[in-house]
């Protein structure tokens, strides 16, 4: 599918003509979100005569984070917004022209007066792929003053967006598909654009819903939560709950005093000899807390079980209320767990609803939900596993969106070509060499649909084809490589922003479709790259023309040192 986009802030850009592209979903995401650097850099290319030189960038990452082997590329929606409306206002060039020293000519900030990002090309892995180190996410041409510009931009757009993506995906995993996971992490997130940015990612990773608000608003991301302890120890007693009537679900009644029916299905429990011997005499002020908020929300009654004692309070009032609501047509949702042994309470929980739905004959009633918060985090989860539980839903906070287990991705972003000549980045750290020139990057499956490895080669080369042999090279280690025969060819990068190049534009899918592509593509993947513990790696290689360029660059490029 494409695209027709006009950009609001760039004008006429090339023959594209269609619907405007909102710009970044935070307002503070301007032309001066940037490094100094890059300013300065900008004029010295200026003075030079060197800004409009066309250049080629690759924004990749090095190593996989949070001990794995995989990551999940996400960001790519907001880099597009940003420079469909990358404009410098007069504002900001004022701003700019007092930063940097006085003896910088004017003409420099009329030319900034005029930068756009119409002659700017950005390709990209689709956003939702899993990808890999040193495989380009990004691949950005323009003239060199500009694509700078858009560097720090970008790699903020991207680092956390990737790595909070990849932090949900890795507790989806661990949970397994049958479970509900709920972000529940605003209040612990990194300031308000940590909160939202952590809602919208986690969503795209795999979560099913958020407490967050403003990200349900912003994103349509589904909304989820009930109340606190505070709540629950706001009341003191039965008596303060004034207005006692409730409907019937469908309507048809009246029960004028639903405080008394709670009441007398807890007496019934009480009694009964499935149940006997588990509880005595319950909070009353918990079970006026729970019945007030199943008059308020009847038809989504959750309540939070563990303000006194879970078993001998918080499970026999929560189905004292849940029975009282079933006799009127209502259903209850569940109870949720926040402190404890969750494995053990979640089983004695389950035990409990299963003896009521037997005892009084409710149908489903055994099946409750039961949702499990507390710090929850991947070993957790494993370890919940492990145990065995009964727990349907995770409310996970804290760990979960400050990556509170790596705290960064590590994007760079590096030129790889400038006047169609290829440009090395060398380190005596080889993992830091960067792979040179324009290329293209392909992701190759075997014969059993998994992914075999991804392999870049230079533009000009042809293309893998199925079927056919091609020797794959690891880019820096001569001894590692193996011949490949695909039985499928993908193609990585697609164009996301032409420029007045005149290419075809690729949609940027809903935030929904990015978030089933994630499924998908982890679906796609061998189970043994995707496991916890020692997870096998994934290989990254190049072609053989392009691994010999990289060396003959490196030989050329590397001083000669001399011994005396």
């Known amino acids: 599918m494409g695209e027709d986009v006009k950009a609001t802030a760039n004008g006429p850009n090339g023959d594209l003509s269609g619907r405007v592209i909102d710009g970044p979903t935070n307002p503070m995401v301007t032309p001066l979100l940037t490094d100094l650097y890059q300013f300065t850099m900008a004029y010295a290319y200026w003075k030079a005569g060197k800004h409009q030189e066309r250049a080629v960038f690759d924004l990749y990452f090095r190593k996989n984070p949070f001990g794995g082997e995989y990551t999940i590329f996400a960001g790519l929606e907001e880099c597009i917004r940003f420079i469909a409306n990358f404009k410098i206002v007069e504002e900001e060039i004022l701003f700019i022209k007092q930063t940097l020293p006085p003896s910088c000519e004017d003409g420099f900030?009329?030319?900034?007066?005029?930068?756009?990002?119409?002659?700017?090309?950005?390709?990209?892995?689709?956003?939702?792929?899993?990808?890999?180190?040193k495989v380009p996410l990004l691949r950005v041409e323009g003239p060199i003053a500009v694509v700078q510009l858009l560097e720090t931009p970008f790699v903020n757009l991207i680092n956390y967006a990737s790595l909070v993506t990849t932090n949900a995906a890795r507790h989806r995993f661990v949970a397994g598909r049958s479970k509900v996971l709920l972000e529940f992490g605003l209040r612990r997130a990194q300031g308000p654009d940590g909160g939202i940015g952590a809602s919208k990612y986690c969503y795209m990773g795999g979560f099913d819903a958020t407490s967050n608000v403003a990200a349900g608003k912003l994103f349509g991301i589904p909304l989820r939560g009930t109340h606190s302890h505070a709540f629950v120890s706001s009341y003191m007693s039965l008596d303060e709950i004034a207005e006692k009537s409730l409907c019937s679900s469908d309507g048809s009644t009246t029960c004028e005093d639903f405080v008394s029916l709670v009441q007398s299905?807890?007496?019934?429990?009480?009694?009964?000899?499935?149940?006997?011997?588990?509880?005595?005499?319950?909070?009353?002020?918990?079970?006026?807390?729970?019945?007030?908020?199943?008059l308020a929300f009847p038809t989504n009654f959750l309540a939070l079980v563990d303000t006194y004692d879970v078993m001998r309070s918080g499970v026999p009032n929560f189905c004292a209320v849940a029975l009282a609501l079933h006799s009127l047509g209502y259903k209850a949702v569940g109870i949720?767990?926040?402190?404890?042994?969750?494995?053990?309470?979640?089983?004695?929980?389950?035990?409990?609803?299963?003896?009521?739905?037997?005892?009084?004959?409710?149908?489903?009633?055994?099946?409750?939900?039961i949702t499990a918060s507390n710090d929850l985090n991947e070993e957790t989860l494993d370890a919940l596993n492990k145990q065995?539980?009964?727990?349907?839903?995770?409310?996970?906070?804290?760990?979960?969106?400050?990556?509170y287990a790596q705290a960064a991705l590590g994007c760079v972003f590096k030129l790889v070509e400038i006047n169609n000549q290829p440009r090395i980045k060398l380190s005596e750290d080889v993992s830091k060499v960067s792979i040179p020139c324009k290329k293209r990057s392909y992701r190759l499956y075997g014969k059993e649909g998994y992914p075999l490895l991804d392999i870049m080669i230079g533009e000009t080369e042809p293309p893998p084809k199925v079927g056919e042999r091609i020797l794959c090279r690891h880019p820096f280690s001569e001894s590692k490589r193996a011949n490949v025969v695909p039985q499928r060819v993908e193609e990585l990068l697609r164009c996301y922003w032409p420029g007045l190049s005149g290419k075809r534009r690729e949609d940027l899918p809903t935030l929904k479709e990015v978030r089933e592509r994630c499924m998908e593509q982890l679906d796609q993947m061998r189970p043994d790259h995707m496991r916890r513990l020692n997870p096998t790696p994934y290989k990254v290689s190049v072609s053989a023309k392009l691994y010999d360029f990289i060396h003959f660059l490196w030989l050329n490029e590397a001083p000669v040192g001399e011994l005396e």
């Open 109 to 133: 900030y009329d030319y900034l007066r005029e930068v756009d990002c119409s002659n700017v090309e950005v390709y990209s892995i689709p956003e939702g792929s899993v990808v890999f180190p």
């Open 265 to 294: 299905w807890l007496g019934k429990i009480q009694l009964s000899k499935s149940l006997h011997g588990i509880f005595g005499q319950t909070n009353q002020s918990e079970l006026a807390a729970f019945t007030s908020y199943a």
């Open 336 to 369: 949720r767990l926040d402190s404890g042994d969750l494995a053990y309470l979640s089983c004695e929980a389950r035990k409990f609803f299963n003896s009521v739905e037997g005892e009084f004959s409710v149908p489903g009633f055994g099946k409750t939900t």
């Open 388 to 403: 065995g539980h009964e727990v349907d839903a995770y409310g996970i906070g804290t760990y979960l969106v400050t990556c």
